[in-house]
């Protein structure tokens, strides 16, 4: 069993910042590369960014290239996505969990609005 626990989403203006975090747990997850999602309003969840095992390697979507950076804590079973300079396009509920393929389990999300 897995289990994914994102927090800190919130409203803030346009070009302001946010840090999310996730604890994760399950056995399947250790080794895991972990990413970050989101899911817009009437869109599609899509992929933000992918942290690989030892953190030194990271992958990321276009729209949000430069401006998101995502972490983790090995020790902790912590992922983190650092986000400047946020946009109104940024307003989604983001979840993380595996990558590339996600289990069949979500977290509850942590809703970002961006908006003056």
């Known amino acids: 069993q897995v289990q994914f626990v994102e927090s800190g989403g919130d409203l803030v203006k346009p070009g302001g910042s946010l840090r999310l975090s996730c604890a994760f747990s399950g056995r399947l997850l250790h080794g895991a590369t972990m990413a970050w999602y989101r899911r817009a309003p009437g869109k599609e969840r899509e992929f933000v960014a992918a942290?690989?095992?030892?953190?030194?390697?990271?992958s990321y979507s276009d729209p949000v290239k430069g401006r998101f950076t995502i972490s983790r804590d090995n020790g902790k079973n912590m992922v983190f996505l650092e986000m400047n300079n946020l946009k109104p396009e940024d307003t989604a509920v983001y979840y993380c969990n595996m990558y590339p393929r996600p289990h069949m389990s979500w977290g509850q999300g942590t809703q970002v609005t961006v908006s003056s």
């Open positions: 942290v690989y095992w030892h953190g030194t390697r990271t």
